[in-house]
């Protein structure tokens, strides 16, 4: 079974652009039938969709988010990356990656000055 862990800051300025890393291990990103999601939940809020990568390294994005995201992999560390550009408060939450019914536990950003 596949087991997904987020890293990056705790903690990002306001316009600078956020970078965080999912790790996948137990399963290649590059194995069929694998869809690999980004989804962040803000504080009080439900779970948002931000971008899906397929096996073949196909993306799709949020249409809200479209302009200032972008995700990426790297198949020689089974590494999942994700930009996300022009930080506000806004942006300040839980996020996470997920595989097919796997999931990360999460790492939290926060927005601030």
């Known amino acids: 079974q596949a087991q997904l862990q987020e890293s990056g800051p705790g903690l990002v300025n306001p316009s600078q652009t956020l970078s965080l890393t999912c790790t996948v291990s137990?399963?290649?990103?590059?194995?069929?039938?694998?869809?690999w999601k980004w989804i962040r939940q803000p504080p009080g809020k439900g779970l948002e969709w931000l971008a899906t990568i397929t096996s073949s390294d196909t993306v799709y994005y949020s249409p809200s988010l479209k302009s200032r995201i972008s995700v990426s992999r790297d198949t020689a560390r089974n590494q999942l990356t994700l930009q996300l550009s022009s930080v506000t408060p806004e942006d300040t939450a839980v996020y996470y990656c997920?595989?097919?019914?796997?999931w990360g536990q999460g790492t939290q950003v926060t927005v601030s000055s």
């Open positions: 997920q595989g097919n019914h796997y």
């Open positions: 137990g399963a290649s990103i590059t194995a069929d039938n694998y869809y």
